[in-house]
């Protein structure tokens, strides 16, 4: 019966599919994979978009973008009125446009969801970022007059570069401060160049930068100058400092030679460049077996990887079945395209070296899926003698990191919660001192890059409120 | 950038690096780390801190040449800038009055546990400073400890200078002057900080020891530097460098220390077999 409204309104539920390189190709180089929408695709796919009265789409989105109405533009062909529509609430739409998971938040409130055809607004919401590159005339939003207030901004992840955006706009005086000697955070060192190009993190960071933003790199706040340091000088500070420490899984041979986390093997390939050696000088291994344990976007990430990398054969091990995969759709379609081999229903309990200390083999047990447990997913239990051993030359482990050490360690007074995160007001940002707000990993532990500016967007305004109220 | 102020080798392969990097100068404590790095292609390198002036805002480490980056530092001259010098890094070494220290210095350990000696010698401790190298050629700032410790002591493996011999002979010539150390600290390679670990196990003698592990980051995100300490996993750039040299496994560091040994030194290969072209 629906099928059969939809035929009357002429509602074109084909959504357009995305370009991608040929996984035989794309296996062999560290390009981006999806190439983006051509111009008539784009419009042919706003075109689907039916312009509800009272929109749903918007109200998935963490930082609020008018999703409808830089939709419109695309259709009537402005796109230059849609990329401005978007960067009212969004300063960095081309990476949005590629990392944000649509499914999970606008495309699922879409009510063409309901005919598993929601408007892929993140595509188009790249086609305008990379519309408004090519054509390099980027527009700049009206800078408020000087407040003659001063921020400063720990950590240029997109949490703390949402902030920098948001208050500069404000008129304030806003300082990043970085501790790596690149600006991006996560989206630098974690997310692979083959999903998200360095070229495009720069190109955003340097409009920032255009905005009026003053960005130090190598300078880690905590160890550099303690936050406390920074009050002296700043009349309010942004904690954005993002991902600390990997989790293991505390089995016996984690630290094996050979046996990595990812932010550990990621931040070689993609920071470092690792799969560039020796053009750049930080190696990375180029085993022929990897085992990647973890379902996030991470995980996968780290296989396809290890898959350009050269790796015979590349096992992603997941203790709970397909349907339980954290990762979102595309990526572990990307994956299985690529050759990934998913061990799921299986848990790693003992890593095995060689007489050198090298990883060898991996010692797994089965599992099935009980009742589900507090995350709401169906709990994972091992089947008693069920072991096997698998051997690999690399087990990458993907599961996840609490949230980074050092502000939490060198600034007194701000709350913690037990994972070591930086607790926080929800609703403004705001930690347990009147002057410091955190938001993103650092408070949440992992979470995705929209979420981290979300609470970039939350924390801007209640800095802003703030400094406007102070004398 | 960062701007070189000295780079010279105080001895053979040894190279004592200053730079202008007043943020770090401000900050910076005993057994901290920095991390280096050559140029735009260059790995982030750790290196220890040896001394530091904060008016003039500079920081000293001393570097041992290695691999392809370290050959790369040792190539700058005065002058010459590096894009990354970050810093500092690390729990700083505890400084109290233990009573009577012994710092242990070898290799670049030597420059590093320079400004540990002098803030326990401040701190009111009886220092001895231990100075151990393959031969006297390979000592250097004899005249520093001289002023921070109540007496230094050499021991060379030829004899060259003070007793021969290595870190075994360190509890007779110890006992030889009725020293009883409440607190040994110990900066150097690897190997010299497990030896000394395992000389000073069995007399009870609490070792300190300022860990050297491969890094990336530096600063808490990617994993690399974990150590096992009393038998728990450990990051040593923020839960160390410094740790309890007897409860460390030191068969798994050596091997982790050695994972990329090969690549390290394919670079040198590369650079300076040019004939093969």
Redesign the interface.
């Known amino acids: 019966m629906s099928e059969e409204k939809a035929e009357k309104k002429k509602i074109d539920l084909a959504r357009r599919p995305m370009p991608k390189q040929t996984p035989w190709e794309r296996i062999k180089n560290f390009d981006e994979v999806a190439l983006g929408y051509p111009v008539e695709t784009a419009v042919e796919e706003a075109r689907r978009c039916l312009q509800c009265k009272k929109p749903l789409c918007n109200q998935g989105c963490p930082v609020g973008i008018d999703i409808p109405g830089f939709i419109r533009s695309i259709v009537e062909g402005n796109f230059s009125a849609g990329i401005k529509k978007i960067k009212e609430t969004n300063a960095l739409p081309a990476i949005c446009g590629r990392v944000c998971p649509q499914e999970e938040q606008c495309e699922k409130a879409c009510v063409l969801s309901n005919k598993k055809a929601p408007i892929a607004i993140g595509r188009l919401e790249r086609f305008l970022a990379d519309w408004e590159a090519a054509e390099g005339k980027i527009e700049v939003p009206d800078i408020a007059p000087k407040t003659g207030k001063k921020v400063a901004v720990v950590g240029a992840g997109p949490a703390g570069i949402t902030v920098a955006n948001d208050l500069v706009i404000l008129g304030h005086e806003v300082t990043i401060f970085e501790a790596l000697h690149e600006c991006g955070g996560v989206l630098i060192y974690g997310i692979p160049e083959f999903r998200l190009p360095k070229a495009i993190v720069h190109r955003e960071v340097e409009y920032v930068k255009s905005l009026g933003v003053k960005i130090y790199t190598d300078f880690i706040v905590g160890k550099t100058r303690t936050v406390d340091r920074l009050l002296e000088e700043f009349d309010a500070v942004f904690v954005g400092s993002g991902a600390g420490l990997p989790w293991f899984m505390e089995i016996p041979g984690e630290n094996l030679n050979g046996v990595y986390s990812a932010n550990e093997y990621l931040t070689r390939v993609n920071l470092m460049k690792g799969f560039r050696f020796p053009e750049y000088d930080t190696p990375v291994k180029r085993p022929s077996r990897v085992a990647v344990v973890g379902g996030g976007n991470v995980a996968m990430d780290s296989a396809r990887t290890a898959v350009r990398l050269g790796a015979d054969e590349v096992h992603l091990v997941y203790r709970r079945s397909k349907a339980e995969l954290p990762a979102r759709a595309e990526e572990v379609e990307n994956a299985e395209e690529e050759g990934v081999i998913f061990d799921l229903l299986t848990l790693p309990v003992r890593l095995i070296g060689d007489e050198n200390g090298w990883i060898k083999e991996m010692e797994c047990l089965r599992m099935e899926l009980g009742e589900p447990d507090a995350s709401g997913r169906r709990k994972p239990i091992p089947v008693e003698g069920s072991n096997f051993i698998i051997p690999f030359d690399a087990v990458v482990i993907a599961i996840g990191n609490s949230p980074n050490p050092l502000i939490p360690m060198t600034t007194p007074g701000v709350e913690i919660n037990k994972k070591g995160g930086i607790v926080t007001d929800p609703k403004t940002g705001r930690t347990s001192r009147p002057n410091i707000w955190a938001g993103g990993d650092i408070v949440r532990g992992s979470a995705t890059v929209i979420s981290a500016m979300g609470d970039g967007r939350i924390a801007a305004a209640s800095i802003h409120e703030y400094l406007m109220s102070k004398p | 950038m960062y701007k070189i102020v000295e780079r010279r080798m105080i001895v053979p392969n040894l190279h004592e690096f200053t730079v202008e990097a007043p943020?770090?100068a401000?900050?910076v404590k005993p057994g901290n780390f920095v991390?280096v790095?050559p140029d735009a292609?260059?790995?982030?390198v750790p290196l220890s801190v040896a001394d530091w002036d904060t008016k003039l805002g500079t920081v000293t480490s001393i570097f041992m040449q290695v691999g392809?980056?370290t050959a790369?530092l040792a190539r700058l001259k005065p002058g010459d800038t590096i894009?990354?010098?970050?810093?500092?890094?690390g729990r700083e070494t505890t400084i109290e009055n233990y009573g009577t220290v012994l710092c242990l210095g070898g290799c670049y350990g030597i420059g590093s546990i320079y400004p540990v000696a002098r803030a326990l010698k401040d701190a009111g401790n009886r220092v001895y400073a231990v100075l151990e190298a393959r031969s006297s050629y390979l000592l250097y700032w004899e005249d520093r400890f001289a002023r921070v410790s109540d007496r230094v002591f050499y021991i060379t493996r030829d004899g060259t200078k003070g007793k021969k011999g290595h870190i075994a002979q360190i509890p007779d010539l110890m006992s030889q002057f009725g020293i009883v150390p409440n607190l040994v600290i110990a900066n150097g390679c690897t190997f010299q900080m497990m030896r000394i670990s395992m000389v000073t196990k069995p007399l009870g003698w609490k070792t300190i020891v300022n860990m050297n592990p491969i890094m990336?980051?530096g600063?808490?995100?990617?994993?690399?530097c974990?150590?096992?300490v009393a038998g728990k996993?450990k990051?040593a750039c923020?839960d160390g460098p410094d740790f309890d040299g007897h409860e460390i496994?030191w068969?798994?560091f050596l091997?982790?220390r050695k994972?990329?040994n090969p690549?390290?030194v394919?670079?040198l290969r590369?650079s300076s077999c040019q004939s093969r072209f």
């Not at chain 2, 894009?83 to 890094?89: I, Q």
Request: include cysteine.
């Open positions: 943020a770090v401000e900050s991390i790095r292609l260059g790995e982030r392809g980056s790369k894009p990354t010098f970050a810093g500092p890094l990336i980051d600063t808490g995100m990617c994993g690399v974990r150590l096992s996993t990051f923020v496994d068969q798994e091997a982790r994972s990329y690549e390290e394919d670079p590369r």
